[in-house]
C-alpha cells in the first residue's frame, strides 16, 4: 500500500511548464490544453498538502490495522488452543444442522478428519435412529431451546455405538438472529467411571467411620468386661476362702461327734433317737459332696472371670509363652456354653503346642473361627466341627474342617476384607475375621481359607512354635 501511495503522489503534475504552453505570472501552465488554466499555485500546493495528510493518515490507518490483524491472529491462536485441549467434544452447526466446525477430542472420538466432518449433517454423526431424530429435533424449531444432558450415541471411531450426554445451546449472531447451534459433550463412560470413584470414595468413608465407631464400642466394652471381671474376682475369692474354712471346720466338727458318740456312757437312748430324727449321719455324708460342688462353682466362675480378662486384652503382652491347646479348648467350652447343644466338637490336639504370644488375642481368634463354624452349620442335620493339628518344621498347624456348605468362591476373595459378612442384618459386623487375619499376622503367623473337596469349610492356622 505504501508503494502505491508513493506512486500516486508521483503522479501528481510538476510546476514545468509544457512544451508550446503559455505561463502567466503566478499561476502554473496548463496541463493537456486549458484545463488547468488560470489555477493559483496556492491551490495546488494546498492540493499537495492535502494529499500529504491523506497519505499519513493511510499509513497510520495500515499500522493499526495491521496491530488489529496480530491481535485477530494472536486470538485465533489462542482459541485454536483451547478447542485442541478440550476434554468434551465440540460441535459447531449451522442453522440447518450441517457441521460448520468441531475439535480435536470429537475427531479423536469417531476417528474422522476435520475436512470429512465439514458441511456433513450433524446427524450423520449417531450410531441409530433414535439418537439421530433426536438430533434433527435440536434444529427443527424456529426458536430452538437449550437442551442439557441429552444422552445420545454416537459412532466411535472402531463402529460401535458410545453414548454421550450432549449439551446443545443456539449460537446468535451479534443482533440476536439465530444462526447455528453448538453441542458439548462427554463420554458417559467417563462421567460413569468418575461417578464409580466418587460412590467407592463415599463407600470407603462410611466404613471407615463404621469401623471407628465400632472400635469404640469394642474398646468400651472391653473396658467393661475387664472392670466386671476385677470386680467379680473380690467375691469370688471370697466365697473360695469360705468354702476351704468351712471344710476344715467340718472335718473337725465330724471328728468331734464321732467321739462323742462313740465315747462309752454317752450313748444314751435319748442322743441316738436325736441324731436319726435330724439325720445326722446324712447330713455328714452330704457335706463334702456340697462342699466340693462350691468349690467347683466357684473355680467354674473364677476361669469364666479369667476368660473375659483375657478377652478383653487385659494382658497386652504378646511375648509370653502359652500353650495353645489349652487355649482351643477353652474357646470350644465358650462356644458350646452360649452355642447350639446338637454342635458337635471333635479336638483331635497333641497336650503340648507352644507358642509364644498373647493367649488372650489368640483366644479371641479361636473363639471366632469355632463360632463361625456353629453359625455355618446351622441347617446341617448333624452339625460338626473336627479341629486337628500338625507340625511342620518349626511351624504348628490348626486346621478347622466343619461340615457345612462351605464358602462361595465370590466370598473366598473377600472374606478377610473389614465389614464383609454374610449374615443377616444385625448378627454380624464383619470385623471378627479381619481382626483376626490381623492378630495372627501379628503373631507371624497365617489364616487362611478354603473350602474342602468333600464340603464344608476349611481354616487353617499357622503359627510358629515356641524355642525351645
Known sequence: MKRSLAAHSASIPDKRPLPGAVSAPGCLPEAGGSAFAGVDEAVWIEVIHKMDEVYNDLLQYEVVLEEKNAALEDSQQFIESVLASMSDILIVCNRHGAIDEVNDSLRRFIGQDE?????????????????????????????????????LRIMGRDGSPLPVSLNCTPRLSGTGKLVGMVL???????????????????????????????????ASLGRLVAGVAHELNNPISFVLGNVLAIRRHTAR??????????????????????????????????INPLLDGMTEGAERTRDIVDGLKRFSAIDRRADQAFNLAAVVGRAVRWVA????????????????????????????????????????????????LEISAEQCDAVIILRFADNGPGITEANLARLFDPFFTTKPVGQGTGLGLSISYGIVEGHGGRLEAANRPQGGALFTLSLPLAPR
Do not use: W
Open 337 to 384: 456354653r452360649s452355642g447350639r447343644r446338637d454342635f458337635s466338637v471333635e479336638v483331635d490336639l497333641p497336650s503340648e503346642l507352644p507358642v509364644i504370644g498373647s493367649s488372650g488375642q489368640m483366644q479371641q481368634v479361636l473363639m471366632n473361627i469355632v463360632q463361625n463354624a456353629c453359625d455355618a452349620t446351622a441347617g446341617c442335620a448333624a452339625p460338626r
Open 253 to 286: 466338727l465330724q471328728t468331734y461327734l464321732e467321739a462323742v458318740h462313740s465315747a462309752p456312757g454317752e450313748r444314751t437312748p435319748e442322743l441316738e433317737d436325736l441324731r436319726q430324727e435330724l439325720r445326722i449321719d446324712r447330713i455328714l455324708q452330704d
Open 184 to 218: 458439548t459433550g462427554r463420554p458417559v463412560g467417563e462421567l460413569r467411571r468418575a461417578y464409580h470413584a466418587l460412590r467407592q470414595a463415599h463407600e470407603d468413608l462410611k466404613r471407615t467411620q463404621q469401623q471407628l465407631l465400632q472400635a469404640e464400642k469394642m
Open 115 to 151: 475436512g470429512e466432518l465439514r458441511g456433513r449433517p450433524v446427524c450423520e454423526l449417531f450410531a441409530d435412529e433414535a439418537s439421530r431424530q433426536r438430533a434433527r429435533d435440536f434444529f427443527s424449531a424456529a426458536r430452538p431451546a437449550t437442551v442439557q444432558d441429552c444422552e
